[in-house]
């Protein structure tokens, strides 16, 4: 039944992006930017750490192999690039899972048993947001060290906050609609109502919150990695590569412009694909 | 020539797979001082050829005929005089009133603006909203003005709506199911209203209905509407009583009458299985930080329910009624009062019973669409009592039954994998049914069940949900405002009024000797479909709206708005019996 359950709103959500011709071409692209990251590294004979002295700040060419060129120490920008996609769309998509299971459990139990106990985690939450999110992860860093983990940790325990009031700001909307209280009447356990009534019916929201968010997780890390509180060398990621290549920008323009250019392209895409699904799973729509 | 003409109005919509047609090619004309009905189910089309007339319509609608009001076009006007014919040769009045004023607005800015925008600045803005406000009869004019429309109420609030309409003196007035959100009565003095402006102004109106019985005595000629054409078209007596076209005389036929007897009602001698003894329901909410309210619900009512007994729940809204029938079914938690389910007293901690209350006490809801899960199969849906309370069925042993409920209702298990919004409104409260049916209860506890539905399939409901009930043996609980409904469904019937039963009595002596005047109020109030006797109705209204059950009085609850009400009034009252009837007025004899 879960399965006909989750297929009919991928099945609907996917009818929407089609419909819709920004999100579909932003959906083509996304994958290609996907598989390429992935077997992308394959076309190339250098490591992503690999320091080739022959070859030193050069231009993009395809003759030597250094499709991307490479940088000041001679590393190759296409695999660094393709490496710091895969951290990146990790970090965003790990970040974001994680912030889109504590969000959805904590907003869903919150809002539907409500009372004392909605308000106690809501204030939780409320101080949890209080917190500086920069103090935060500089403590993280200075107490641990740095660590691509502590990123995913770091962004994901801020990131739930928003969705836990998303989604019990939906689950109180859900609540009292009469399928619910048909269901309350009938003695459907809380846990099934919960799992079977409201889940399934919040899908719409969080799917397109998630595509949202995973644009703002890669900013996020972007920006600590500019700061320097993201990965560590020699691992990279697109925004460690876009503040090394804003560095050298007058030289060697290609640092900054290609990583720049996948970034930007990606945010492009999960926003449009975000606006698709929105228009896609709006219940008004249908 | 007629003041409104129109001639093979057709609109279309662009669809991917083609054109849709929602009015197809429909002509009438209205003249001076005639009132004009339109009646059709939803999706008729008769909403959408009004606003056609007011430049409404989405701009991808594609309109296609002739329209003019006294000789101009109303269809090549372009966008600014179109805004001139808005409110001031054409006003409308819509359905919901508190949807169509503007909560942020008080009374005298929101009637101001329409003003402003057809005269301009005059210093008499304000004097001519007391007029109208007066024309509408509504009580203390001068206090509304500074009010928000919160702090009125729906019956008032569409007085407001008319007289703002009527403020421009418009040429024609378009009322498009003006009463439909009301209760009966409130619709009985909306409608009186609406009868005396008519003379007042000899204003021409056109209106909107989908209720037969509402126009039948305001009307001077009806239209018929389905699936976007004029299927009739005739003055009342000719569509009332001699109806032509099958759909007309279904739909004439469909309407419950309230002045038909029920022939089939008769008293359960068997044993009770749902017993309230002064049951109480309270709310609480905080007002502000430290003050607490009390919204008295249900003050104290004892009922018995037989079994195989259908028993009516009848009154306006904010009455009660569905609150004492949710505390019945233990779905609130009475707040006093002795229950007893199934010759068992209830208490909240009696698991055992609480798990055979969710068995036996089946709810079924107002809108049928919202009571299922949109994103369950009717499959899952139907599947979902049975793997609450009957676990240890097999799957293929649930699906069976599940399949034998769907034929028990008229459907078959083709349907099994689809979803709620593949279907219509009328089906979707036939799987409701099954889904009611599935456990065998012993009680199905019907919300206003076909509120929601169009009037020529009410009736299909309501017998199915009689034979359903007498297949299983079950008693029904009948919540409606309706009171026609009410007469021909139910049994025995209790009239409720601010949280207490103010009558209580068999169906057909309740609707042949009404007792109490709050009921005789009521049922005066309902118009029935039939201009002859409607015309000669002398309508006594009762005044005002139901008061808040926050400030309650401290007498008979009905005594602001009684017509009756003397000396005696001011004690509490308690229900007695007289012949077969309870009734909780000292005045009843």
């Known amino acids: 039944m879960n399965a006909q359950l989750s297929k009919n709103i991928w099945q609907e959500a996917w009818e929407g992006i089609k419909k819709n011709s920004r999100a579909k071409i932003a959906f083509y692209v996304m994958s290609s930017i996907f598989l390429f990251v992935i077997f992308g590294p394959l076309l190339s004979n250098y490591a992503y750490d690999f320091t080739d002295w022959s070859y030193l700040a050069m231009g993009p060419s395809l003759s030597n192999g250094h499709f991307f060129g490479t940088d000041s120490l001679g590393r190759d920008v296409f695999v660094r690039t393709l490496y710091g996609g895969r951290i990146s769309l990790l970090v965003g998509i790990v970040s974001t899972i994680v912030s889109l299971v504590i969000g959805v459990t904590y907003g869903v139990i919150a809002g539907y048993v409500g009372g004392k106990i909605d308000a106690i985690m809501m204030r939780i939450v409320d101080v949890l947001y209080a917190l500086p999110f920069m103090f935060f992860v500089i403590l993280l860093m200075v107490f641990f060290g740095r660590n691509i983990f502590l990123i995913f940790i770091a962004i994901g325990a801020v990131n739930w906050l928003d969705m836990a009031r998303i989604v019990r700001g939906q689950t109180l909307a859900i609540k009292n609609k009469e399928y619910v209280e048909a269901a309350q009447a009938l003695g459907?356990?809380?846990?099934?109502?919960?799992?079977?009534?409201?889940?399934?019916?919040?899908?719409?929201?969080?799917?397109?919150?998630?595509?949202?968010?995973?644009?703002?997780?890669?900013?996020?890390?972007?920006?600590?990695?500019?700061?320097?509180?993201?990965?560590?060398?020699?691992l990279t990621s697109w925004g460690m590569l876009v503040k090394e290549g804003a560095e050298d920008m007058q030289n060697m323009t290609w640092l900054l412009m290609i990583p720049g250019a996948f970034l930007a392209t990606t945010l492009f895409c999960f926003n449009f694909i975000g606006d698709g699904l929105r228009d896609a799973l709006d219940p008004r729509d249908r | 020539m007629a003041l409104l003409e129109v001639n093979n109005l057709m609109i279309q919509y662009p669809l991917a797979q083609g054109k849709i047609t929602v009015v197809d090619g429909i002509s009438f004309s209205l003249n001076q001082g005639e009132t004009l009905a339109v009646v059709g189910e939803s999706g008729s089309g008769k909403t959408q050829s009004v606003l056609s007339l007011m430049g409404l319509l989405p701009d991808n609608a594609e309109i296609t005929g002739m329209a003019s009001l006294e000789g101009k076009n109303l269809f090549s006007a372009d966008r600014a005089s179109e805004k001139d014919i808005r409110g001031k040769e054409i006003g409308m009045i819509f359905q919901d009133p508190m949807t169509s004023l503007n909560p942020y607005l008080t009374i005298e800015q929101q009637m101001s603006l329409a003003w402003k925008?057809?005269?301009?600045?005059?210093?008499?803005?304000?004097?001519?909203?007391?007029?109208?406000?007066?024309?509408?009869?509504?009580?203390?004019?001068?206090?509304?003005?500074?009010?928000?429309?919160?702090?009125?109420?729906?019956?008032?609030?569409?007085?407001?709506?008319?007289?703002?309409?009527?403020?421009?003196?418009p040429k024609v007035l378009i009322a498009d199911e003006p009463t439909t959100a009301l209760d009966v009565t409130v619709q009985a003095q909306i409608l009186a209203l609406i009868?005396?402006?008519?003379?007042?102004?000899?204003?021409?109106?056109?209106?909107?209905?989908?209720?037969?019985?509402?126009?039948?005595?305001?009307?001077?000629?009806?239209?018929?509407?389905?699936?976007?054409?004029?299927?009739?078209?005739?003055t009342p007596r000719e569509i009332y009583h001699s109806p032509t076209h099958p759909y007309t005389k279904k739909l004439i036929a469909s309407i419950p009458r309230l002045d038909q007897t029920n022939g089939r009602a008769r008293l359960s001698q068997l044993s009770p299985i749902v017993e309230a003894e002064s049951l109480v329901v309270n709310f609480r909410r905080n007002v502000g930080l430290f003050?607490?309210?009390?919204?008295?619900?249900?003050?104290?009512?004892?009922?018995?329910?037989?079994?195989?007994?259908?028993?009516?729940?009848?009154?306006?809204?904010?009455?009660?009624?569905?609150?004492?029938?949710?505390?019945?079914?233990?779905?609130?938690?009475?707040?006093?009062?002795?229950?007893?389910?199934f010759g068992q007293s209830f208490s909240p901690n009696n698991q055992e019973l609480k798990k055979e209350v969710q068995k036996n006490i089946q709810i079924i809801f107002q809108d049928p669409m919202s009571s299922m899960n949109p994103r369950m199969n009717i499959g899952s849906i139907l599947s979902e009592p049975l793997w609450t309370h009957a676990g240890e069925l097999s799957k293929e042993k649930i699906k069976e039954r599940v399949v034998h409920a769907l034929q028990e209702v008229g459907l078959d298990e083709s349907i099994f994998n689809r979803f709620p919004h593949e279907f219509s409104g009328g089906q979707c409260q036939r799987i409701i049914i099954?889904?009611?049916?599935?456990?065998?209860?012993?009680?199905?506890?019907?919300?206003?069940?076909?509120?929601?539905?169009?009037?020529?399939?009410?009736?299909?409901?309501?017998?199915?949900?009689?034979?359903?009930?007498?297949?299983?043996?079950?008693?029904?609980?009948?919540?409606?405002?309706?009171?026609?409904?009410?007469?021909?469904?139910?049994?025995?019937?209790?009239?409720?009024?601010?949280?207490?039963?103010l009558e209580v009595a068999p169906v057909n002596r309740l609707f042949d000797e009404p007792k109490h005047p709050y009921t005789r109020a009521l049922i005066n109030a309902v118009p029935i479909a039939d201009p002859d006797i409607e015309k000669q109705r002398s309508i006594s209204l009762i005044k005002g709206d139901p008061p808040s059950p926050i400030h309650l009085p401290t007498g008979c609850s009905f005594i602001d708005r009684c017509p009756n009400a003397t000396n005696g009034c001011e004690l509490p009252q308690q229900l007695r019996l007289i012949n077969e009837t309870e009734v909780s007025c000292h005045l009843a004899k």
């Open chain 2, 117 to 169: 925008r057809h005269f301009g600045e005059e210093k008499n803005v304000q004097e001519q909203i007391l007029m109208a406000l007066q024309s509408v009869r509504l009580p203390d004019p001068k206090s509304r003005l500074r009010q928000y429309p919160h702090e009125l109420s729906g019956g008032m609030r569409q007085r407001v709506m008319i007289a703002s309409v009527l403020m421009l003196e």
């Open chain 2, 291 to 341: 003050k607490e309210e009390v919204l008295q619900a249900v003050r104290g009512i004892d009922v018995t329910l037989r079994q195989g007994e259908i028993l009516g729940i009848v009154g306006e809204s904010g009455c009660g009624k569905s609150t004492f029938a949710r505390a019945l079914a233990t779905i609130i938690e009475p707040s006093s009062g002795k229950l007893r389910l």
């Open chain 2, 434 to 501: 099954a889904r009611a049916l599935i456990l065998k209860p012993k009680v199905i506890l019907c919300d206003e069940p076909v509120s929601a539905l169009d009037v020529s399939i009410r009736k299909q409901v309501l017998d199915l949900l009689f034979q359903v009930k007498e297949k299983i043996g079950a008693s029904l609980i009948f919540i409606s405002h309706d009171l026609s409904v009410v007469r021909h469904l139910c049994d025995r019937v209790i009239v409720m009024y601010l949280g207490q039963a």
């Open chain 1, 188 to 234: 459907v356990s809380t846990w099934d109502i919960m799992r079977r009534h409201i889940v399934p019916n919040l899908l719409g929201v969080v799917v397109i919150y998630m595509t949202l968010t995973i644009p703002q997780v890669i900013l996020v890390e972007s920006f600590l990695s500019f700061l320097g509180l993201g990965v560590q060398e020699p």
């Open chain 2, 195 to 234: 009868g005396e402006l008519k003379k007042d102004l000899n204003a021409a109106i056109l209106f909107i209905t989908h209720d037969l019985g509402v126009v039948a005595g305001i009307s001077d000629r009806v239209l018929v509407m389905e699936k976007g054409k004029i299927v009739e078209q005739g």
